[in-house]
């Protein structure tokens, strides 16, 4: 079926649901989430040889806590002096040392962690919190984006990615392909279940970021049957098999085109121009102060080779008056553009970017400390490592999202970086019941009483 053939979404800016105060979700509660994690770890199959005092769940929810809390590095941990809070708020029953905990991590597959993410996600739905992200009618943005996280000449392990240089040193790489629910106006993102990008078994040849997105797909729509899915991302996107896959998996697609990549889409719609079939829209948007002019054509081919892969093509010039400076972007998808819709499909072209800056620049800058070395292992440490980072960062989000205890305790602090230096600072110095104990203690003091937050068990 040519994709002009998909009955494409109608848009409304009505459509777009109004962002409203969530009321605090017991069940999205950060220690309740914790608790949801520790059931997702005691699933997962242990598959380490020989004798093993510290259980695998424990293991995972050590290097969890340390993410949690932002330890800028696993020896700066205090373990003595931590070992009850971890035991009451993170549920560890036995805290293992650090090579214990690294050796117990090396061997877990990054695939039994999926479940996690898909347990968070449902208990948002749950709650009516995923709700706060749709975009537009009923159909949520997600944006996919890959970054690399690791790279030595010395430190290796079997899922590294290797480059051969000419003078016969190589170079041992990690990446991933993330995937995070985005909204517009939204700060707080909704990561899911990242794809690693490894070496694959049985081959020596590295992966790309092409096959890592093809998996991805595949997983995330088995993990979410049912879920609506806008993908938006950048031109190398742009390419008829990732397209295919997006279509036969019931997605629909913004993704960025640039006329030195794309020269067909671009030829096309200069071809269009000509024959008077592209529309103008020009707007001023009074909440921006920025000037809009936009031309879209629909339905032409993305490619010589593809020409029955049909694509609408939009471009937005963006003039802001105080700067007096502008930019450009174009996109293809497959929705429907027209005067009704146009903006709305550029806000969720251009929230792309939420990815990179508000996941992974986050992980890399906002105290996650994404890009250090935690410990490598043989096998699959570093990418476990990876993967419990994100989850840490998804239980962040979701209370950045839905818990008003943590957005206070974030406003009185003023910074994430802040926020993460008290807690750990509290957390090492006092004894703690549970998460919302230390929130608590952060915004009111320890020795006075707290108010109770409205709690909604719905
Ligand atoms: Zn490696």
Redesign the pocket.
């Given at each position: 079926m040519p994709l002009s053939a998909l009955p494409s979404t109608r848009f409304s800016l009505e459509g777009v649901l109004a962002m409203s105060a969530p009321q605090v979700r017991t069940h999205l509660s950060v220690d309740a989430l914790f608790d949801l994690l520790r059931t997702g770890f005691a699933a997962i199959a242990d598959h380490r040889s020989g004798d093993t005092d510290i259980s695998l769940p424990d293991a995972l929810m050590s290097a969890f806590a340390r993410f949690s809390l932002k330890s800028p590095s696993l020896l700066a941990f205090d373990q003595e002096r931590t070992e009850g809070n971890l035991q009451r708020v993170y549920g560890i029953e036995r805290v293992p040392c650090d090579t214990a905990m690294r050796e117990s991590l090396d061997p877990v597959e990054p695939e039994a962690l999926r479940p996690l993410f898909k347990h968070v996600v449902r208990a948002l739905q749950r709650g009516k919190a995923l709700e706060e992200c749709v975009f537009v009618e009923g159909h949520y943005l997600l944006a996919l984006d890959g970054t690399g996280y690791?790279a030595?000449q010395q430190?290796?392990?079997?899922?590294?990615?290797d480059t051969h240089h000419r003078n016969g040193t190589i170079t041992?790489?990690?990446q991933m392909l993330g995937a995070a629910l985005i909204h517009p106006d939204q700060r707080a993102v909704i990561p899911l279940m990242p794809e690693p990008i490894?070496t694959q078994d049985g081959t020596d040849k590295n992966d790309c970021e092409r096959n890592a997105a093809k998996r991805l797909i595949t997983k995330l729509r088995r993990d979410h049957p049912h879920l609506q899915l806008i993908v938006t991302e950048d031109s190398l996107s742009s390419n008829a098999p990732h397209i295919q896959t997006l279509h036969a998996h019931h997605m629909h697609y913004i993704l960025g085109v640039k006329e030195g990549d794309h020269a067909y889409v671009f030829e096309h719609v200069a071809a269009a121009e000509q024959a008077g079939r592209v529309t103008y829209d020009d707007r001023d948007a009074p909440e921006t102060g920025l000037r809009h002019r936009f031309r879209f054509v629909s339905d032409v081919p993305l490619n010589a080779s593809n020409v029955a892969l049909r694509v609408n093509c939009l471009e937005g010039w963006e003039w802001d008056q105080a700067k007096d400076q502008g930019q450009y972007f174009s996109w293809v998808t497959d929705l429907r553009v027209n005067k009704g819709t146009v903006y709305q499909l550029m806000r969720g072209g251009r929230a792309r970017w939420r990815i990179e800056n508000e996941t992974f620049n986050t992980l890399k800058n906002q105290g996650y400390h994404f890009e250090h070395n935690f410990g490598?292992?043989y096998q699959h440490?570093?990418?476990v490592f990876a993967i419990l980072m994100m989850l840490a960062f998804l239980v962040d989000q979701v209370q950045q999202l839905c818990c008003p205890l943590f957005q206070a305790v974030w406003a009185q602090l003023g910074s994430k970086r802040r926020l993460w230096e008290k807690m750990r600072a509290l957390f090492y110095a006092y004894a703690l019941e549970s998460m919302q104990h230390l929130f608590e203690a952060l915004l009111y003091g320890l020795k006075k009483s707290a108010p109770i937050f409205a709690s909604d068990s719905s």
């Open positions: 690791f030595s430190i290796h392990c079997a899922s590294c990615l041992y790489r990690h490894i490598h292992g440490l570093s990418v």
